[in-house]
């Protein structure tokens, strides 16, 4: 048996195995190779890519700081122009306080035109009268400036920071201050000053001052008349401007009463707007000009809305909201807290009626 034969063919067969599989093994490290080339080409192109959209971004970030600094500047200088202009109440009062003390440029230097002559000319004649004794006014001589002289001649001989005595600028002033105050008769000693409460709806003030007119001096003020519902209220702010004789706590005191007044309509009538709106089937039963009651079901909710004067807060009032709580007719207790605390969150509008949704969740 020839075995020469057999032997070389197996060999043969061996070499070609060999040889494939070390070409199989080449092939597949260099397939590895180039995709892992591929990975990091990818990556580089991905952070170019990146870098390229952080550089625009930065780009389009200098901009957009650089519009905000013009704009901030540019608001800053508008600021500065408009920063002593002042809107004015209406057209009315905006041309009576035209007509007293004019506003603009223009008007003011007419008006210093004519007073400072004025002035120049009275410094003259005081200068002149002092070195030659003539029959010239001396300053002791001079009209005396009060309330009803004119606002030229106020001007003229004025040389000090204290407000000035003009009684139409004053009463102008005095009207922007308390929109809610009328006077309606002075003839001293008596004064009569009605306040507004809401429409066709006032009281009137009523007392006696009488002033040394020599000095000036305060010497008594007495018969201060009011109707019976608003002394009951007001009573510790009367009793003291009479004590003290300090009319301008009872003239502000009651001005702040008639605002807060004004206000506490105000806030009930949207306070039954947004409670109605915000619960269903929800009814208001009482509404008087300081309380409100709602009922729904078995609950019936009763809030109170007061103005209040104490003593150590004169002459400025201060407003009290009591929130009382049924349920089938009878009282609920410790209410009030909560109710404070929802107001002082809400606001009493708001507070009001989150705390009565609380109870139909």
């Not at 040889?19 to 170019?48: K, M, P």
């Not at 809610?180 to 000693?189: C, G, I, K, S």
């Amino acid at each position: 048996m020839d075995f020469t034969s057999d032997t070389f063919p197996k060999d043969s067969s061996h070499r070609s195995a060999a040889g494939a599989r070390g070409s199989s093994s080449s092939d597949s490290l260099a397939a590895d190779v180039s995709s892992s080339q591929n990975i990091e080409n990818n990556e580089e192109l991905e952070i170019a890519r990146l870098q390229e959209t952080k550089d625009r971004l930065l780009a389009h970030r200098e901009h957009l700081l650089g519009q905000l600094l013009k704009r901030q500047k540019q608001l800053v200088k508008l600021q500065r122009t408009s920063k002593y202009q002042t809107d004015e109440p209406n057209r009315e009062d905006s041309s009576r306080i035209q007509s007293v003390f004019p506003q603009d440029s223009a008007s003011l230097l007419q008006l210093f035109s004519k007073v400072i002559p004025k002035a120049i000319s009275g410094a003259r004649q005081d200068s002149s009268s002092f070195r030659t004794r003539s029959s010239c006014k001396t300053p002791s001589q001079t009209e005396k400036i009060d309330g009803k002289s004119s606002l030229e001649d106020e001007l003229a001989s004025k040389y000090d920071a204290l407000p000035l005595l003009n009684q139409q600028l004053r009463l102008d002033t005095l009207r922007r201050s308390c929109p809610y105050m009328m006077v309606e008769e002075v003839n001293l000693p008596y004064t009569r000053i009605s306040y507004e409460l809401g429409p066709n709806n006032s009281f009137t003030l009523e007392y006696e001052l009488h002033v040394d007119t020599s000095t000036g001096q305060l010497q008594s003020l007495k018969n201060i008349r009011l109707p019976p519902n608003i002394r009951s209220k007001t009573h510790t702010l009367v009793e003291y401007a009479e004590s003290t004789m300090n009319i301008g706590y009872l003239l502000f005191g009651l001005s702040e009463f008639s605002r807060l007044c004004n206000l506490r309509k105000e806030v009930l009538a949207n306070m039954g707007q947004a409670v109605t709106g915000a619960i269903l089937n929800i009814l208001i039963v009482e509404q008087t000009e300081e309380t409100i009651v709602f009922e729904k079901l078995f609950w019936k909710f009763k809030i109170e809305y007061s103005v209040h004067f104490d003593k150590d807060m004169l002459p400025l009032p201060y407003s009290v909201v009591l929130v009382t709580l049924f349920k089938n007719s009878a009282k609920t207790r410790d209410v009030q807290p909560i109710a404070d605390a929802l107001i002082q969150e809400y606001g009493v509008v708001e507070g009001i009626v989150q705390f009565i949704k609380s109870l139909y969740i």
